[in-house]
């Protein structure tokens, strides 16, 4: 069965700092996706990527960055310079290439304070 | 904006009812997921609908069923409501059945409340 783990339940940082969100994942099966998604107050999911087990280059999208190690089972997700607007909880899921479902983590609840 | 619309936006209803929840996927969209965000669950994967037919299940009680009609949109049905339905019920679009391959377009959300 797959898992998402994501430690950090909360993070609090100040505006600008850099802060980076941890996933783990599990599975046994050597094809998948890994996802991030934002869920900001205001209650709706977004995409911010998606990444294929046979990908493991780093990404960079503009203070997002996504750090891809399949050694370690981890995705993790960094935001350079937050902002206020950055506070949301943010979702790492995980899904099988033939699978149509989803796994998704906890949720780390992010807030940046002015 | 993500283009996948959901209603009613909030619920409020007693235990032992039943609720209807419809989502309209974005245009071209042909598959359909529904999803669970809950406080003690987090976020699951219930149900999936490609071009009409049932492609996935999760973890969706026997209490709720679902369909996708031929104009792509989709229902949610909860029946025999119990406390703890109450969650924020997503609904997803994606171009094709993969939704590991595609991306998912999620709606806004339903609220139910279950008092």
């Known amino acids: 069965a797959q898992k998402v783990t994501q430690a950090q339940t909360e993070i609090s940082v100040v505006e600008k700092e850099d802060v980076t969100l941890d996933c783990v994942y599990e599975t046994r099966d050597t094809t998948y996706y890994l996802f991030w998604y934002k869920q900001p107050p205001s209650g709706e999911l977004v995409f911010l990527i998606r990444r294929n087990s046979f990908d493991e280059q780093n990404e960079i999208s503009g203070r997002y960055s996504w750090n891809f190690q399949k050694s370690t089972s981890s995705f993790n997700f960094t935001i350079t310079a937050s902002q206020v607007v950055d506070s949301a909880v943010y979702f790492c899921a995980l899904s099988l290439y033939y699978g149509q479902n989803f796994v998704f983590g906890p949720g780390t609840r992010l807030s940046v304070l002015p | 904006d993500s283009g996948v619309t959901q209603t009613p936006k909030h619920l409020i209803t007693a235990t032992g009812q039943r609720v209807t929840l419809r989502c309209s996927p974005r245009s071209g969209d042909l598959s359909v997921y529904w999803y669970q965000q809950s406080l003690d669950q987090g976020l699951q994967f219930l149900i999936q609908y490609y071009n009409g037919e049932e492609r996935a299940k999760g973890n969706i009680l026997e209490r709720f069923s679902a369909q996708q009609f031929p104009d792509l949109h989709s229902e949610l049905n909860l029946s025999s409501l119990e406390l703890g339905d109450s969650a924020l019920y997503f609904c997803?679009?994606?171009?094709?059945?993969?939704?590991?391959?595609?991306?998912?377009?999620f709606g806004p959300g339903t609220r139910l409340t279950v008092l």
């Open positions: 997803a679009s994606s171009e094709t059945g993969s939704g590991s391959y595609n991306e998912q377009f």
